[in-house]
């Protein structure tokens, strides 16, 4: 249960973080066309979707500590966002790191956050459920 809720909500931060490129990239241009740019936006979603799955991973073994702390259920939601985001940011370093791009691209995993932070508020109600579920039983 846990490695689902994990799952879907990575599946929803990459949906979101193709639609965060795309609005950067025309916010950014200005123009209309980078429409015509339809195969590097998909080149983007596939490095982005390869790059993030050991983020997965990573996540669904902190969801557990995270769902176990004794904190109130909007205290494990922001520590879950906290965690999340610290990974993202780890993940790109690394990522820059062993791809020797330069440290000023850093600011490209700004998208990633975004679709996170937006998949994980938007989940909020199945974080919830999740914690509801996992409660032990007390008699």
């Not at 931060?13 to 490129?21: D, E, P, S």
């Not at 241009?29 to 596939?46: N, P, T």
Request: neutral net charge; glycine residues 2%; hydrophobic residues 65%.
């Amino acid at each position: 249960m846990i490695f689902r809720h994990v799952f879907l909500t990575w599946l929803v931060a990459n949906l979101f973080h193709f639609l965060v490129w795309f609005s950067w990239s025309f916010i950014d241009s200005g123009r209309m066309d980078f429409f015509l740019h339809a195969e590097c936006y998909m080149l983007i979603v596939v490095f982005a979707a390869i790059v993030s799955l050991p983020c997965l991973l990573i996540a669904w073994f902190f969801l557990g500590y995270v769902l176990s702390t004794p904190y109130t259920v909007n205290g494990r939601f922001f520590l879950w966002m906290f965690i999340v985001i610290l990974i993202i940011i780890v993940a790109a370093i690394f990522a820059l790191l062993a791809y020797r791009i330069d440290l000023d691209t850093l600011i490209f995993i700004l998208p990633a956050v975004i679709s996170t932070v937006l998949a994980i508020a938007i989940r909020y109600k199945q974080f919830q459920n999740l914690i509801d579920s996992t409660q032990p039983y007390e008699i």
